[in-house]
């Protein structure tokens, strides 16, 4: 195989590679996150393993959800709140909303939730 061939053939690899690679959205709920309301328990919960963060998105955070779900359409993207990782959907439309409710596996809560606490941004 010649030279230009094998470079060719690296270079298709990796780019197919990168296709399947995960975006990543981190929030700071500090900055990002202009109310929050978090549901531990509700009554006939369907999904008992996870508690419900409710947000309403800052300008920015509204911008930055919006440009990623545009970039990443058919593909996963990790979900992050204080670096704590929180889930990985697949982006199936562009997204362009103020708030958001995000499922939190109950076995990650007790870490997550003290963070949630922290001062806002001024």
Do not use: W
Request: hydrophobic share 45%.
């Amino acid at each position: 195989m010649t030279m230009a061939r094998q470079v060719l053939f690296t270079g298709l690899g990796m780019l197919a590679a990168l296709q399947c690679m995960a975006a990543d959205i981190h929030f700071s709920s500090a900055s990002d996150f202009t109310s929050m309301i978090l549901t531990l328990k509700q009554e006939n919960d369907p999904n008992p393993g996870y508690v419900l963060l409710d947000v309403m998105l800052s300008p920015d955070a509204q911008k930055r959800v919006a440009r990623m779900s545009r970039e990443s359409l058919d593909q996963p993207v990790r979900i992050f709140i204080n670096g704590t990782f929180i889930s990985r959907p697949t982006v199936k439309s562009a997204l362009d909303m103020t708030g958001t409710r995000l499922s939190i596996p109950r076995e990650i809560a007790p870490s997550l939730i003290p963070t949630l606490l922290e001062p806002s941004a001024p």
